[in-house]
């Protein structure tokens, strides 16, 4: 229950492209749930968050889409550009907790 | 404003030395966490941590790992008697109080056990 699965685990976009990555969960007492980008050899650093009281979440680029009812929330990042390629983490917290907890990540390459 | 600092960023050990991670979070931040990336996975919380207290540290391994957060000085990250297994990048974050959501991590220490 304190999982959160995410999928694809690679994805190759072209540049100008949608890049769509996606998160499921289980456990409803999570009510914060930030996505990370991650480069080779950093640490992760917030993108953008959302909370569980809106559906969406736009920050330029950067779009949440957030699901309630089916516990399921994604990443949607328009105009995908070079720059963009990372590792994508979802992640989520307890209501009652402080700790995050992570998905897999997904590798994101933007083909120039 | 510096960010999360982290030393050393890189760690060699051989398998039974000891290794020491150090974690100088955020100015103005009083409470740190450690998560654990194994190659090709993603983060695994270990431990939150305010000053000289321990919040959390349900993802802890029960024996070899220690931390702290004194009331001076940076958090410590301690595994005693490494192995092979314990090779990964760790990662700590902080941020400035209690259910605050943003996490802030640092560049993290990629830790090697020969």
């Known amino acids: 229950q304190q999982q959160v699965k995410q999928s694809p685990q690679s994805l190759i976009v072209q540049k100008g492209g949608i890049s769509i990555i996606n998160c499921a969960y289980e456990?409803?007492?999570?009510?914060?749930f930030p996505w990370y980008q991650q480069f080779p050899g950093k640490g992760p650093a917030l993108l953008i968050a959302?909370?569980?009281?809106?559906s969406e979440k736009k920050e330029g680029r950067f779009t949440i889409s957030f699901n309630k009812s089916a516990k399921q929330f994604s990443l949607h990042i328009m105009d995908s550009q070079p720059g963009d390629s990372a590792t994508y983490f979802c992640?989520?917290?307890?209501?009652?907790?402080?700790?995050?907890?992570f998905g897999e990540g997904t590798q994101l390459t933007v083909n120039p | 404003n510096a960010g999360v600092m982290q030393n050393p960023r890189h760690l060699v050990r051989r398998r039974g030395q000891e290794a020491r991670l150090r974690c100088s979070p955020m100015?103005?931040?009083?409470?740190v966490y450690w998560y654990r990336q194994l190659p090709e996975e993603g983060l695994k919380f270990m431990v939150y941590?305010?000053?000289?207290?321990?919040?959390?540290e349900s993802g802890m391994p029960k024996e070899r790992f220690s931390a702290e957060f004194p009331k001076e000085g940076p958090s410590i990250l301690r595994i005693q008697q490494v192995v092979r297994g314990d090779s990964a990048a760790y990662f700590c974050?902080?941020?400035?109080?209690?259910?605050?959501?943003?996490?802030?991590f640092g560049p993290g220490t990629r830790l090697l056990v020969l």
């Open positions: 941590l305010q000053k000289e207290n321990i919040i959390d």
């Open positions: 456990n409803t007492a999570f009510d914060y």
């Open positions: 974050a902080s941020s400035p109080a209690l259910y605050q959501e943003t996490q802030y």
């Open positions: 992640a989520a917290r307890l209501t009652s907790g402080s700790r995050l907890t």
């Open positions: 100015k103005g931040h009083s409470h």
């Open positions: 959302i909370r569980p009281d809106v």
